[in-house]
């Protein structure tokens, strides 16, 4: 068990996966930009520290999970980032969703100062990260992640090396672009349910236990039928996630036209102000589209 892990970042997801390490018996250093999220942790035993730099100086491995690339290159490599703090041998895990490109330079800083980093997305959202049970992918060196394995699978139920630096966060986008459409195509199914006339219960219900049945529909089906959008995965990080994946299909050379369109209805719905709910309230747009009444 490596000795001390930091652990900056503690958002919806975040909080939940550093409680588990802690609960995992992990000695813990966190850092948040909202100093009263680290202190929650630290009332459960954690070190609360005053920068990333000091996470990292007091730490063997530090995770990061932040909102996206510019805050994930501010916090590694910024003033007062963990490269500052990291001593040699010491391994960075940024659990992010960021960049490709931007994990391969990371990697390279980290490297000239003989410190190890993976880039290790992760999907399942916030139900995932509470119970342990999410998807990890991870781009890195073999030994980095053989070394981060039983931290993996402390937050994780599977846990995947998908190739050298970068790969996970080329996977992640693979997996954002599935998801987004996937959650479009069940609003698109709902509310051509429900403008039929069928209960949307029942729509839900034999989609669930057919060739349509997803994990998405699993996770989300309440929010779905709720209209009860308190957010898992946010409106507006999952378009950040599509503009990444976006700017990969660009970087090497792949039409990605449906998800360029769920991108531009996740862009509606932050100018209608929703960017803060939950992505499954793309339904919300696609009932506007189609008339009152689809409830």
Known sequence: MEKAVGFVGLGIMGACMAGNLLEAGHELVVHNRTRTKAERLAQRGARAADSPREVAEGSDVII???PGPPQVEEVVAGDGG???GAREGSLIIDMSTSSPILA???????????VGMLDAPVSGGDVGARDGTLSIMVGG??????????LFRVMGETVVHVGGVGAGQVVKACNQIVVALV???IAEALVLGSKAGVDPDRVVEVLSGGLASNKVLEVKGEKFLSHEFAPGGKVEYHRKDLGIALEAGKEYEVTLPV???VDQM???LEA????GWDHSALLTLLEERSGDGTR
């Open 64 to 66: 990061t999970m932040l």
């Open 82 to 84: 963990l490269l500052e």
């Open 104 to 114: 391969q330079e990371l990697a390279r800083a980290a490297r000239n100062k003989a």
């Open 141 to 150: 060196e073999e030994n980095d992640f053989e070394r981060a394995r039983p």
């Open 183 to 185: 959650i479009e195509a």
């Open 259 to 261: 998800a360029a369109f």
């Open 266 to 268: 996740f862009g509606v």
């Open 272 to 275: 209608k102000g929703r960017g």
